[in-house]
């Protein structure tokens, strides 16, 4: 089969499905759509998809299956009844979950005769199909092989392991960075103020980007020694109280400060931390 333009059926169609299954039509593909909601389908249709009656017509459709749904109970619902015409055919869930999620529904896949990658999507339904998107995928080599061209529509295709549960624990773990960078993000802007904030909006891309490859790497000891490093966040710790923001916008510099203090500062909250930094002076 000619994969450059393999039929394709896109299963889910809230934000992240229906702009999968527009990628798929701009890239050629014979796209077949379904949803619960079969409204959901209609300005895909307008664009050239087929709207399946069913689920099982929509999986009899095409030899490569994208699903993304809600979460794993979903899908398990939804496909459920289906495995007769999954048979065959190569299933990639886009579905977010865990890794455990993933191994459970390749295991599923395999009893039913159907093979599977799991994916994680590091992109928001209007980047999908423009530079800048990335998909992981982990499972069957031998599908990913031979579907990326197809794949590579979505988004950059990159395959990090056999291991069905891969894509799903890098993308969880790129998450939790881009969640601590929001979170620090959200700190910095309620610590300059809204008079600042604009200004130093203008100087966060830079600054993170620069700073990125060191947080991956844990850094240079040597440039940044732990105690300057602890001081530095004991400082933002008071500048912050003064500014009046928030405690709970600095909970992303709890841990990295307990780290660097040490077992002595296992479990303490900031205050005490705050106290191990400066410790009151003693009378002479």
């Known amino acids: 089969m000619d994969t450059n333009n393999v039929p394709v059926t896109v299963i ?3 934000s992240m499905g229906k702009a999968l299954a527009a990628a798929f039509l701009k890239a050629g593909h014979p796209t077949t759509v379904w949803n619960r909601t079969a409204g959901k389908a209609d300005d895909l249709v307008a664009n050239g998809a087929v709207r399946a009656a069913t689920v099982e017509d929509a999986i ?3 030899p490569l299956v994208v699903i993304c749904l809600l979460d794993y109970p979903t899908l398990h619902d939804v496909l459920g009844g289906a495995g007769a015409a999954l048979a065959g055919r190569t299933v990639v869930n886009l579905t977010n979950g865990t890794p455990d999620q993933a191994r459970e529904t390749a295991a599923w896949a395999a009893e039913i005769g159907a093979d599977y990658l799991d994916g994680g999507i590091m992109a928001v339904p209007p980047m999908i199909g423009q530079p800048g998107s990335l998909v992981l995928y982990s499972g069957s080599r031998s599908s990913f092989d031979q579907h990326a061209r197809a794949l590579d529509g979505l988004g950059a295709a990159q395959f990090v392991g056999a291991d069905p549960g891969l894509a799903s624990l890098y993308d969880l773990a790129l998450l939790s960075a881009m969640y601590g960078q929001f979170s620090g993000v959200s700190h910095a802007l309620a610590l300059v103020g809204p008079d600042h904030a604009e200004a130093l909006s203008a100087l966060l891309p830079s600054w993170l980007s620069a700073t990125a490859g060191l947080s991956a790497t844990g ?3 040597s440039d940044s020694p732990s105690d ?3 001081v530095a966040i004991g400082n ?3 500048a912050s109280t003064a500014q009046g923001v928030h405690p709970d916008l ?5 841990i ?3 780290a660097l203090l040490g077992p002595r500062a296992a479990d303490q909250d900031f205050p005490t931390l705050i106290t191990l930094l400066h410790p009151p002076t003693q009378p002479t």
């Open 12 to 14: 889910g169609l809230g």
């Open 60 to 62: 009899s459709a095409s």
């Open 219 to 221: 850094g240079d000891d």
């Open 228 to 230: 300057m490093q602890a």
């Open 236 to 238: 933002i710790s008071a």
């Open 250 to 254: 600095l909970g992303h510099l709890l």
């Open 256 to 258: 990295p400060l307990r």
